[in-house]
Protein backbone atom coordinates (compact mmCIF):
# COMPACT_ATOMS: atom_id res chain seq x y z
CA UNK A 1 0.00 0.00 0.00
CA UNK A 2 2.73 2.62 0.54
CA UNK A 3 4.51 1.77 -2.57
CA UNK A 4 0.63 2.68 -4.31
CA UNK A 5 1.22 5.84 -1.90
CA UNK A 6 4.48 7.13 -2.48
CA UNK A 7 3.60 6.84 -6.41
CA UNK A 8 0.97 8.28 -6.33
CA UNK A 9 2.69 11.24 -4.17
CA UNK A 10 5.48 11.21 -6.34
CA UNK A 11 3.01 11.62 -9.67
CA UNK A 12 1.22 14.53 -7.75
CA UNK A 13 4.41 16.65 -7.05
CA UNK A 14 6.05 15.82 -10.67
CA UNK A 15 2.74 17.06 -12.00
CA UNK A 16 2.41 19.92 -9.43
CA UNK A 17 6.17 21.54 -10.76
CA UNK A 18 5.37 20.54 -14.72
CA UNK A 19 5.06 24.17 -16.45
CA UNK A 20 2.37 24.66 -18.13
CA UNK A 21 1.91 26.66 -21.86
CA UNK A 22 -0.71 28.11 -22.83
CA UNK A 23 -1.49 27.50 -27.42
CA UNK A 24 -1.18 30.67 -29.43
CA UNK A 25 -2.35 30.88 -33.05
CA UNK A 26 -1.89 33.93 -35.30
CA UNK A 27 -2.13 34.77 -39.30
CA UNK A 28 -5.25 32.75 -39.68
CA UNK A 29 -3.27 29.35 -38.13
CA UNK A 30 -0.26 29.40 -40.03
CA UNK A 31 1.61 30.65 -36.92
CA UNK A 32 1.85 28.84 -33.90
CA UNK A 33 3.55 28.80 -30.61
CA UNK A 34 3.19 28.20 -26.81
CA UNK A 35 3.88 30.40 -23.88
CA UNK A 36 4.35 29.64 -19.92
CA UNK A 37 0.97 29.85 -18.23
CA UNK A 38 2.74 32.72 -15.78
CA UNK A 39 3.33 35.18 -18.54
CA UNK A 40 0.31 37.19 -18.81
CA UNK A 41 -0.88 38.53 -22.30
CA UNK A 42 -1.16 41.89 -22.05
CA UNK A 43 -1.76 43.43 -25.61
CA UNK A 44 -3.32 42.24 -28.83
CA UNK A 45 -4.42 43.08 -32.07
CA UNK A 46 -5.33 41.47 -35.15
CA UNK A 47 -5.13 42.44 -38.71
CA UNK A 48 -2.10 43.42 -40.66
CA UNK A 49 0.34 43.22 -38.68
CA UNK A 50 -1.05 41.47 -35.57
CA UNK A 51 0.85 41.80 -31.92
CA UNK A 52 0.61 39.50 -28.92
CA UNK A 53 2.63 41.06 -25.93
CA UNK A 54 3.45 38.90 -23.25
CA UNK A 55 4.46 40.28 -20.02
CA UNK A 56 7.15 38.12 -18.21
CA UNK A 57 6.19 38.43 -14.37
CA UNK A 58 9.23 39.66 -12.51
CA UNK A 59 8.60 39.54 -8.72
CA UNK A 60 11.40 40.81 -7.38
CA UNK A 61 11.91 45.12 -7.12
CA UNK A 62 13.48 45.50 -10.36
CA UNK A 63 9.75 44.11 -11.84
CA UNK A 64 7.98 46.95 -10.09
CA UNK A 65 10.26 49.36 -12.19
CA UNK A 66 11.19 47.35 -15.34
CA UNK A 67 8.56 45.55 -17.72
CA UNK A 68 10.11 42.48 -19.11
CA UNK A 69 8.10 41.48 -22.21
CA UNK A 70 7.92 39.20 -25.14
CA UNK A 71 6.43 40.12 -28.31
CA UNK A 72 5.57 38.34 -31.66
CA UNK A 73 4.43 40.11 -34.68
CA UNK A 74 3.36 38.64 -37.62
CA UNK A 75 2.96 40.63 -40.90
CA UNK A 76 2.25 39.31 -44.73
CA UNK A 77 4.83 39.99 -47.00
CA UNK A 78 4.84 38.96 -50.88
CA UNK A 79 8.40 38.24 -51.33
CA UNK A 80 12.07 38.30 -49.30
CA UNK A 81 13.06 41.50 -50.35
CA UNK A 82 9.72 42.66 -48.28
CA UNK A 83 11.06 40.57 -45.93
CA UNK A 84 14.24 42.51 -45.42
CA UNK A 85 12.76 45.52 -45.81
CA UNK A 86 10.60 44.81 -43.06
CA UNK A 87 13.65 43.41 -41.06
CA UNK A 88 15.30 46.84 -41.44
CA UNK A 89 12.92 49.17 -40.66
CA UNK A 90 12.93 47.49 -37.15
CA UNK A 91 16.82 47.66 -37.17
CA UNK A 92 16.61 51.13 -37.43
CA UNK A 93 14.08 51.85 -34.91
CA UNK A 94 16.28 49.91 -32.63
CA UNK A 95 19.65 51.75 -33.40
CA UNK A 96 17.34 55.02 -32.65
CA UNK A 97 16.52 53.95 -28.87
CA UNK A 98 18.57 55.76 -26.13
CA UNK A 99 21.80 54.32 -25.40
CA UNK A 100 21.65 51.98 -28.23
CA UNK A 101 25.11 49.26 -28.23
CA UNK A 102 24.91 46.11 -30.27
CA UNK A 103 25.65 42.57 -28.68
CA UNK A 104 26.25 39.52 -30.05
CA UNK A 105 23.86 37.88 -32.30
CA UNK A 106 22.81 34.18 -32.44
CA UNK A 107 22.58 33.86 -36.42
CA UNK A 108 21.18 35.24 -39.04
CA UNK A 109 18.07 37.51 -38.94
CA UNK A 110 18.81 38.23 -35.11
CA UNK A 111 19.56 41.52 -33.52
CA UNK A 112 20.85 41.34 -30.18
CA UNK A 113 21.28 44.60 -28.52
CA UNK A 114 20.67 46.92 -24.99
CA UNK A 115 19.48 50.00 -24.71
CA UNK A 116 18.08 52.16 -21.91
CA UNK A 117 14.16 52.49 -21.21
CA UNK A 118 13.26 54.82 -18.79
CA UNK A 119 16.88 54.97 -17.03
CA UNK A 120 17.36 51.06 -16.61
CA UNK A 121 19.48 49.12 -19.01
CA UNK A 122 17.66 46.50 -20.54
CA UNK A 123 18.71 43.68 -22.90
CA UNK A 124 16.80 43.06 -26.58
CA UNK A 125 17.06 39.86 -28.78
CA UNK A 126 15.21 40.19 -32.06
CA UNK A 127 14.61 37.13 -34.14
CA UNK A 128 13.13 37.15 -37.70
CA UNK A 129 11.58 34.49 -39.77
CA UNK A 130 10.11 34.61 -43.73
CA UNK A 131 7.39 31.46 -43.86
CA UNK A 132 4.25 31.23 -45.70
CA UNK A 133 4.21 34.92 -46.89
CA UNK A 134 4.54 36.07 -43.53
CA UNK A 135 7.26 38.47 -42.04
CA UNK A 136 7.24 36.90 -38.40
CA UNK A 137 9.31 39.05 -35.40
CA UNK A 138 10.71 37.26 -32.06
CA UNK A 139 11.43 40.71 -29.51
CA UNK A 140 12.57 39.46 -26.15
CA UNK A 141 13.41 42.09 -23.68
CA UNK A 142 13.45 42.29 -20.38
CA UNK A 143 16.34 44.58 -17.64
CA UNK A 144 20.03 43.94 -18.28
CA UNK A 145 20.23 43.20 -14.62
CA UNK A 146 16.77 42.18 -12.72
CA UNK A 147 17.17 41.45 -8.43
CA UNK A 148 15.05 38.05 -9.42
CA UNK A 149 18.42 36.66 -10.29
CA UNK A 150 20.10 34.21 -12.41
CA UNK A 151 17.39 31.71 -12.23
CA UNK A 152 14.49 34.11 -13.71
CA UNK A 153 16.78 35.53 -16.13
CA UNK A 154 17.18 31.78 -17.26
CA UNK A 155 13.59 31.54 -17.48
CA UNK A 156 13.47 34.08 -19.36
CA UNK A 157 15.49 33.01 -21.89
CA UNK A 158 14.31 29.34 -21.76
CA UNK A 159 10.75 30.82 -22.79
CA UNK A 160 12.06 33.02 -25.54
CA UNK A 161 13.97 29.96 -26.95
CA UNK A 162 11.04 27.37 -26.74
CA UNK A 163 8.95 29.95 -28.80
CA UNK A 164 11.72 30.57 -31.36
CA UNK A 165 11.80 26.75 -31.85
CA UNK A 166 8.36 27.06 -33.00
CA UNK A 167 8.39 29.70 -34.94
CA UNK A 168 11.27 28.81 -37.40
Not at 103 to 112: D, E, I, K, M, R
Not at 130 to 136: L, P, R, T, V, Y
Amino acid sequence: MSFLRNTIAAGALLLAGTTHATDITMANGSVHFSTPDSWLGIMETQGDPELRVFQVPDTSPTGSTALARVTVTVKQVTDVNEFQQYVSGFTVKAKGLTGYQPGNTQGPNSAAYTAQENGAQFSYLERYWFKDGHAIQLRCVRPAQSQAGPAWKAAFDKGCDAIAERLK
